[in-house]
């Protein structure tokens, strides 16, 4: 994810900045990171992106399937998730055809490894939940006015 002119107002930050300042800047882009993270998980639940846990868990500091960096100088910040099928639950993707083994009990189909009879499963497109491109949308926005509040903050204080 990138802001346009981040990278200039970063260098403006660090020219002007004192040490305080820089610590300041790091805490609040940490917390926005964690506001990031929450968005992502709050877009998973509400657009009911199918999901045993796992994908939702990966978007959540501290999980090893995280992807979280942080740089205190530099105020870069690297958020994401490490499963390799959140891509295609955002964006969606094609089911291959293929069999499952299982059997049927009235109209519910029972996965079963071992079973002899099973289904047939057809390739179709599978709509992705867009999730990640939702949450991205209102960060951005949010994001925007916050920096905003904090620099003009920051300049408030040192005036």
Excluded: C
Aim: no cysteine.
């Amino acid at each position: 994810m990138k802001f346009k002119g981040l990278d200039k107002f970063i260098k403006k930050i660090d020219k002007a900045a004192d040490r305080e300042a820089k610590r300041e800047f790091s805490l609040w882009l940490e917390g926005m990171g964690m506001t990031f993270l929450e968005l992502i998980q709050d877009e998973i639940i509400r657009t009911e992106t199918v999901d045993t846990r796992r994908l939702l868990n990966s978007f959540d500091r501290g999980d090893s399937d995280n992807v979280w960096s942080i740089t205190s100088r530099g105020l870069s910040l690297e958020i994401g998730t490490n499963l390799n099928y959140a891509i295609y639950a955002n964006d969606g993707h094609f089911q291959k055809k293929r069999w499952v083994p299982g059997r049927w009990r009235g109209d519910r189909f029972e996965y079963d490894p071992s079973a002899n009879t099973g289904m047939m499963l057809q390739e179709k497109w599978i709509e992705g939940s867009h999730y990640w491109d939702n949450a991205l949308a209102i960060f951005e926005r949010l994001f925007k006015k916050s920096l905003e509040r904090r620099f003009q903050n920051w300049l408030d204080t040192r005036l």
